[in-house]
Protein backbone atom coordinates (compact mmCIF):
# COMPACT_ATOMS: atom_id res chain seq x y z
CA UNK A 1 0.00 0.00 0.00
CA UNK A 2 2.64 2.69 0.70
CA UNK A 3 4.12 1.67 -2.25
CA UNK A 4 0.57 2.74 -4.28
CA UNK A 5 0.59 6.29 -2.25
CA UNK A 6 3.93 7.02 -3.08
CA UNK A 7 2.85 6.57 -6.35
CA UNK A 8 -0.30 9.02 -6.18
CA UNK A 9 1.91 11.54 -4.53
CA UNK A 10 4.42 11.87 -7.44
CA UNK A 11 1.79 11.53 -10.06
CA UNK A 12 0.17 14.77 -8.13
CA UNK A 13 3.28 16.28 -7.90
CA UNK A 14 4.84 15.65 -11.48
CA UNK A 15 2.34 13.94 -14.20
CA UNK A 16 -0.74 15.85 -12.99
CA UNK A 17 0.79 19.58 -13.38
CA UNK A 18 1.54 18.32 -17.29
CA UNK A 19 -1.61 17.06 -18.03
CA UNK A 20 -3.65 19.52 -16.36
CA UNK A 21 -4.92 21.13 -19.04
CA UNK A 22 -6.05 18.00 -20.65
CA UNK A 23 -7.52 16.45 -17.08
CA UNK A 24 -9.38 20.34 -17.10
CA UNK A 25 -11.19 19.90 -20.63
CA UNK A 26 -11.83 15.69 -19.78
CA UNK A 27 -14.10 18.00 -17.36
CA UNK A 28 -16.02 18.84 -19.88
CA UNK A 29 -16.77 15.71 -21.47
CA UNK A 30 -15.50 12.94 -23.00
CA UNK A 31 -14.99 11.43 -26.67
CA UNK A 32 -13.25 8.65 -26.49
CA UNK A 33 -11.60 6.64 -30.05
CA UNK A 34 -12.31 3.14 -28.84
CA UNK A 35 -14.11 0.82 -26.37
CA UNK A 36 -11.11 -1.49 -25.34
CA UNK A 37 -12.21 -4.79 -23.94
CA UNK A 38 -9.46 -6.35 -22.47
CA UNK A 39 -7.80 -8.66 -19.32
CA UNK A 40 -7.72 -7.95 -15.50
CA UNK A 41 -4.43 -9.40 -15.66
CA UNK A 42 -1.83 -6.83 -14.11
CA UNK A 43 0.72 -7.68 -16.90
CA UNK A 44 -1.78 -5.99 -19.42
CA UNK A 45 -1.48 -1.69 -19.28
CA UNK A 46 -3.55 -0.47 -22.63
CA UNK A 47 -3.17 3.13 -21.84
CA UNK A 48 0.56 2.59 -22.26
CA UNK A 49 0.89 -0.21 -25.10
CA UNK A 50 -1.05 1.80 -26.71
CA UNK A 51 0.27 5.46 -25.86
CA UNK A 52 -2.85 6.58 -25.20
CA UNK A 53 -3.16 9.94 -23.44
CA UNK A 54 -6.18 9.98 -20.64
CA UNK A 55 -9.66 10.12 -22.10
CA UNK A 56 -8.20 8.49 -25.38
CA UNK A 57 -9.67 4.91 -24.61
CA UNK A 58 -12.92 3.64 -22.71
CA UNK A 59 -11.97 0.79 -21.15
CA UNK A 60 -13.79 -2.57 -20.12
CA UNK A 61 -11.50 -5.16 -17.69
CA UNK A 62 -12.27 -8.73 -16.79
CA UNK A 63 -10.83 -12.44 -16.43
CA UNK A 64 -10.17 -13.47 -20.25
CA UNK A 65 -11.64 -10.45 -22.09
CA UNK A 66 -14.90 -12.17 -22.13
CA UNK A 67 -17.98 -10.47 -23.49
CA UNK A 68 -20.73 -13.23 -24.06
CA UNK A 69 -23.44 -13.19 -25.84
CA UNK A 70 -26.46 -11.04 -25.31
CA UNK A 71 -28.25 -12.62 -22.37
CA UNK A 72 -25.51 -14.21 -20.97
CA UNK A 73 -23.58 -10.90 -20.67
CA UNK A 74 -22.92 -9.91 -16.94
CA UNK A 75 -25.10 -6.20 -16.73
CA UNK A 76 -21.54 -4.50 -15.98
CA UNK A 77 -20.40 -5.56 -19.63
CA UNK A 78 -23.61 -5.23 -20.95
CA UNK A 79 -24.24 -1.72 -19.58
CA UNK A 80 -20.89 -0.68 -20.47
CA UNK A 81 -21.14 -1.99 -24.03
CA UNK A 82 -24.71 0.57 -24.60
CA UNK A 83 -23.41 3.07 -22.96
CA UNK A 84 -20.12 2.79 -25.07
CA UNK A 85 -21.98 2.97 -28.32
CA UNK A 86 -25.15 4.68 -27.81
CA UNK A 87 -24.39 7.65 -25.17
CA UNK A 88 -20.27 8.08 -25.98
CA UNK A 89 -20.88 6.71 -29.86
CA UNK A 90 -17.41 5.49 -30.03
CA UNK A 91 -15.84 4.52 -33.69
CA UNK A 92 -14.07 1.06 -32.63
CA UNK A 93 -14.22 -1.46 -30.05
CA UNK A 94 -11.34 -3.34 -29.74
CA UNK A 95 -11.19 -7.10 -27.99
CA UNK A 96 -7.84 -7.70 -26.96
CA UNK A 97 -6.55 -10.54 -25.33
CA UNK A 98 -3.00 -11.33 -24.53
CA UNK A 99 -0.21 -13.90 -24.50
CA UNK A 100 -0.18 -16.58 -21.27
CA UNK A 101 -3.54 -15.41 -19.91
CA UNK A 102 -4.64 -17.24 -17.02
CA UNK A 103 -8.22 -17.02 -17.83
CA UNK A 104 -7.79 -18.94 -21.22
CA UNK A 105 -5.40 -21.93 -19.38
CA UNK A 106 -8.32 -22.49 -17.12
CA UNK A 107 -10.77 -22.88 -20.07
CA UNK A 108 -7.75 -25.37 -21.38
CA UNK A 109 -7.71 -26.76 -18.22
CA UNK A 110 -10.73 -27.46 -16.02
CA UNK A 111 -9.21 -29.20 -13.70
CA UNK A 112 -6.78 -26.53 -12.33
CA UNK A 113 -9.65 -23.81 -11.29
CA UNK A 114 -12.40 -26.61 -9.01
CA UNK A 115 -10.97 -24.68 -6.42
CA UNK A 116 -12.53 -21.77 -7.55
CA UNK A 117 -15.71 -21.99 -8.70
CA UNK A 118 -16.74 -18.75 -10.01
CA UNK A 119 -13.65 -18.73 -12.15
CA UNK A 120 -14.93 -22.24 -13.98
CA UNK A 121 -18.02 -20.84 -14.44
CA UNK A 122 -16.97 -17.30 -15.89
CA UNK A 123 -14.08 -18.90 -18.40
CA UNK A 124 -17.28 -21.59 -19.46
CA UNK A 125 -18.96 -18.85 -21.16
CA UNK A 126 -16.08 -18.99 -23.58
CA UNK A 127 -15.75 -23.04 -24.38
CA UNK A 128 -16.95 -22.63 -27.65
CA UNK A 129 -13.35 -20.91 -28.28
CA UNK A 130 -11.83 -24.54 -27.90
CA UNK A 131 -13.94 -25.50 -31.32
CA UNK A 132 -12.47 -22.54 -32.85
CA UNK A 133 -8.55 -23.53 -32.92
CA UNK A 134 -5.94 -22.95 -36.03
CA UNK A 135 -4.43 -25.24 -37.59
CA UNK A 136 -0.72 -23.78 -36.77
CA UNK A 137 2.05 -26.26 -35.76
CA UNK A 138 4.01 -23.13 -35.05
CA UNK A 139 1.93 -21.60 -32.57
CA UNK A 140 0.81 -23.16 -28.87
CA UNK A 141 -2.24 -24.53 -27.85
CA UNK A 142 -2.68 -21.99 -25.11
CA UNK A 143 -2.00 -18.97 -27.97
CA UNK A 144 -4.49 -20.61 -30.32
CA UNK A 145 -7.52 -20.63 -27.23
CA UNK A 146 -6.54 -16.75 -26.50
CA UNK A 147 -6.97 -16.28 -30.45
CA UNK A 148 -9.95 -17.80 -29.91
CA UNK A 149 -11.53 -16.68 -27.75
CA UNK A 150 -10.55 -12.80 -29.31
CA UNK A 151 -12.66 -14.32 -32.50
CA UNK A 152 -15.39 -15.65 -30.04
CA UNK A 153 -16.20 -12.55 -28.43
CA UNK A 154 -16.40 -10.35 -31.65
CA UNK A 155 -18.82 -12.46 -32.41
CA UNK A 156 -20.71 -12.19 -29.64
CA UNK A 157 -20.54 -8.41 -29.46
CA UNK A 158 -22.50 -8.80 -32.67
CA UNK A 159 -25.85 -10.06 -30.88
CA UNK A 160 -26.06 -6.52 -29.17
CA UNK A 161 -28.05 -5.23 -31.16
CA UNK A 162 -26.26 -1.48 -30.63
CA UNK A 163 -23.32 -2.80 -31.66
CA UNK A 164 -24.83 -4.55 -34.78
CA UNK A 165 -27.15 -1.74 -35.56
CA UNK A 166 -24.17 0.20 -35.54
CA UNK A 167 -21.72 -2.17 -37.83
CA UNK A 168 -24.22 -2.41 -40.13
CA UNK A 169 -24.66 1.24 -40.62
CA UNK A 170 -20.88 1.80 -41.10
CA UNK A 171 -20.41 3.86 -37.50
CA UNK A 172 -18.46 1.25 -35.62
CA UNK A 173 -15.61 -1.34 -36.30
CA UNK A 174 -15.16 -4.39 -34.36
CA UNK A 175 -11.45 -5.07 -33.75
CA UNK A 176 -9.02 -8.00 -32.58
CA UNK A 177 -5.84 -7.83 -30.80
CA UNK A 178 -3.47 -10.36 -29.36
CA UNK A 179 -0.64 -8.58 -26.90
CA UNK A 180 2.42 -10.23 -25.92
CA UNK A 181 3.49 -8.28 -22.57
CA UNK A 182 6.90 -10.15 -23.09
CA UNK A 183 8.06 -8.86 -26.68
CA UNK A 184 5.67 -5.44 -26.43
CA UNK A 185 4.34 -7.51 -29.91
CA UNK A 186 0.69 -6.89 -30.95
CA UNK A 187 -0.96 -8.85 -33.43
CA UNK A 188 -4.06 -7.96 -34.79
CA UNK A 189 -6.95 -10.06 -36.45
CA UNK A 190 -6.68 -9.88 -40.24
CA UNK A 191 -10.57 -11.11 -40.89
CA UNK A 192 -9.97 -11.52 -45.13
CA UNK A 193 -7.58 -14.53 -43.67
CA UNK A 194 -8.83 -15.13 -40.12
CA UNK A 195 -5.48 -14.65 -39.11
CA UNK A 196 -3.10 -12.01 -36.31
CA UNK A 197 -0.86 -10.24 -38.29
CA UNK A 198 1.68 -8.01 -36.75
CA UNK A 199 0.19 -4.44 -36.11
CA UNK A 200 2.53 -3.00 -38.12
CA UNK A 201 1.81 -4.60 -41.24
CA UNK A 202 -1.92 -3.81 -40.77
CA UNK A 203 -1.08 0.19 -40.72
CA UNK A 204 0.79 -0.11 -43.65
Given at each position: MRDLLTGVTQFQKNTFPKKKSRFEELGRGQSPEALFITCSDSRVNPELFTNCEPGEIFVIRNAGNIVGR?????????????????????????????????????????????????????????????????V?????????????????????????????????AGSLRLHGWLYDFETGKVTVLAPEINRFVDCNVRIA
Open positions: KGEADLGMAATIEYAVKALRVPQIIVCGHAKCGAMQGLMTPEAVTSMPEVGKWVSLSKKALEDLSNPHVDRLTQIVEANIRLQLRNLMTFPEVADAVE
